[in-house]
């Protein structure tokens, strides 16, 4: 046990978002009320620092105040009692509550809790089993899929040359117009986006999701909304994240190719880099892998990924690496030529190895 510990102790990256706050960024647009379910302390930063939308986007976002008595008498009357008075007098589209590590030891059952509220208020009411221990690729992955589970149009109907863009929120791409850059890219190569999931849209827009061809998984957050739109409506799905001309074309070309015969793809998935490849991308699956393929697509570079976060299986390489412990990140790292990161690595870079920074606020 010490030894796993020690294992799982950082001296100098930073830990990557919880999954709490991927719920909270998910919904962030959408309408709702959203709730932390902790003590206020270090998760109400979000509230003040965390989330770049503020400043010109208003939201629902609050934390419970759990107080160390009601944690250790499991008292959750209330939370409940809070939730619903909030609820009615704020009316929000709907109200989501999201657990933290305290909560989840004591074993709060938050989607009772979510029950109570919509009985109470008739306002759609979610519980998230989130636990602060895991990334926000989780947390954000399952708000999205539940959200549109519940509030996707059952009744809509499938229009040629429609599609959507799945998993993007700030914590994968900055503010500074990736979103708009990743539609443009689109429109231009003869697509209609319907609904940026969940940045940039309305749940007005979000909600005629079905109304799809095809839809384009730019992140892992996008994944678990896409086999639910698939469930929900057929719809194939393309993993990939546009960057560069040489790998848009190729991107591109697969939504087509899946629009056409409704089986879903990865677009990177037939690049496998050299087990020695010397130049790293380091960071989330999807968009790490989309890079990599895009560089080497463009300038013909060998190029590994190293994973560092929770990933689904078929994303990565044979010969990519799934590291999530400082100590396994820092010795991979060794004997490399060139790494893609954000400036955080930028310590466990040895002498003589060229850095480019490559910011990832998640």
Not at 14 to 21: C, F, G, I
Not at 240 to 246: D, R
Request: aromatic share 8%; hydrophobic share 45%; proline share 4%.
């Amino acid at each position: 046990m010490q030894l796993l510990l020690m294992k799982q102790a950082k001296t100098i990256l930073s830990t990557y978002t919880a999954d709490v706050s991927g719920v909270c960024s998910a919904l962030f647009e959408l309408g709702g009320m959203t709730v932390m379910h902790d003590a206020s302390g270090c998760n109400s930063t979000y509230n003040t620092h965390d989330e770049p939308r503020w400043y010109d986007h208003d939201s629902l976002v609050f934390i419970s105040a759990l107080s160390e008595m009601e944690a250790i008498m499991g008292d959750d009357s209330k939370l409940v009692s809070d939730l619903i008075d909030t609820a009615n007098k704020l009316k929000p589209n709907f109200v989501a509550v999201a657990g933290t590590p305290i909560p989840m030891l004591t074993g709060c059952d938050l989607q009772a809790i979510a029950f109570q509220v919509e009985e109470a208020t008739g306002i759609p009411a979610f519980g998230f089993n989130t636990n602060g221990m895991r990334s926000y690729v989780l947390g954000a992955g399952e708000a999205l899929s539940r959200w549109g589970e519940r509030f996707c149009d059952r009744a809509a109907v499938r229009k040629t040359g429609r599609m959507n863009i799945l998993g993007a929120t700030p914590l994968d791409f900055s503010v500074v117009g990736i979103t708009e850059s990743m539609k443009a890219a689109a429109e231009k190569a003869g697509w209609k986006v319907i609904s940026t999931w969940a940045m940039g849209s309305t749940p007005e827009e979000m909600k005629r999701a079905g109304e799809a061809e095809v839809n384009l998984v730019v992140s892992g957050v996008g994944l678990p909304a896409a086999r639910m739109l698939q469930k929900l409506f057929g719809t194939p799905y393309v993993v990939g994240t546009p960057c560069g001309e040489a790998f848009n074309a190729k991107l591109f070309s697969a939504l087509s190719e899946s629009a056409a015969d409704g089986k879903s793809r990865t677009v990177f998935a037939d690049y496998i880099p050299a087990a020695d490849a010397e130049l790293l991308i380091l960071g989330e699956s999807v968009t790490a892998r989309s890079l990599a393929s895009a560089i080497h697509l463009t300038y013909g570079k060998e190029v590994k990924v190293i994973c560092t976060l929770e990933t689904e299986a078929g994303i990565l390489s044979a010969n990519d690496l799934h590291y999530a412990e400082e100590e396994d990140i820092f010795s991979a790292l060794k004997g490399a030529k060139g790494v893609i990161a954000d400036p955080m690595f930028k310590p466990a870079v040895p002498e003589g190895c060229t850095f480019y920074a490559l910011p990832h606020e998640g």
